[in-house]
């Protein structure tokens, strides 16, 4: 809608220079108006598409519920919404995103007999990703500490340390594995090695981000110990523990 709104803007201004009579705001306001609710329907469609989820949201049963809402339109005119969204994005919708990573593990856990079911796991990886893009930088300052084991990085360590800000894949394993711990502390070994089979990403790592995830969420240092200690310690005992029991 933003695209849309700003692409009237646009031609209106170009009436403007070319000296030609411009539509009336209220005109322009009522298209945007008329077609909020159907734009908004067709991008839950497409998400809904791109989720594998196309079965369930069809024509009809979006038909249906603009209808209970008082819109009436065809399937022609969804069709074209959905081109007009995608055409508004360049085609551009299919970015990958840290959900799609831990949902995708999620059910490769599932199918390798993981003791805590991915159903109980889910809510919780939601919450923790909500987490940690509020919590963002503090959660990375703390797995950049310890991963050099050193309170004061410096700026060459922190330049080199931006390729694991963007690794989704190690995002969505420190998830995973911090979700474990809170719904199930006696799993969380099985857990961890199962993602460290199925991703490659070592103890360590998995062991190191789940716990700077769990230091920010739950306040959590390790299993017994009442006093802070330094999270590349904390760290070492979490890989310890799950070492002991692969």
Request: one cysteine or more.
């Amino acid at each position: 809608m933003v695209k849309q709104a700003e692409n009237i803007c646009r031609q209106a201004t170009i009436q403007l220079r070319d000296k030609k009579e411009p539509q009336n705001w209220r005109t322009l306001k009522e298209q945007l108006f008329n077609k909020f609710i159907l734009r908004l329907v067709s991008c839950v469609q497409l998400a809904s598409k791109l989720s594998f989820h196309y079965k369930i949201i069809s024509n009809i049963t979006v038909l249906n519920f603009l209808q209970t809402l008082g819109y009436l339109h065809t399937k022609e005119e969804l069709l074209e919404s959905e081109l007009d969204v995608l055409k508004s994005l360049n085609f551009q919708i299919n970015l990958p995103t840290p959900l799609a990573y831990v949902e995708m593990l999620l059910e490769v856990l599932g199918y390798n007999g993981c003791l805590v079911p991915a159903t109980q796991l889910h809510p919780t990886c939601l919450t923790l990703l909500d987490l940690v893009y509020l919590l963002h930088e503090p959660i990375y300052e703390s797995l950049l500490r310890a991963s050099i084991e050193n309170s004061t990085p410096s700026q060459l360590q922190g330049e080199k340390f931006v390729s694991v800000k963007e690794d989704f894949m190690l995002l969505a394993v420190g998830i995973i594995a911090a979700s474990a711990f809170i719904q199930n502390h006696a799993c969380w070994s099985q857990v961890v090695g199962h993602l460290q089979s199925i991703t490659g990403i070592t103890l360590e790592s998995i062991a190191a981000f789940s716990y700077a995830i769990l230091m920010h969420s739950v306040g959590a240092n390790t299993p017994g110990r009442q006093q802070p200690i330094p999270p590349y310690l904390a760290a070492r005992a979490l890989r310890a523990a799950a070492s002991s029991n692969t």
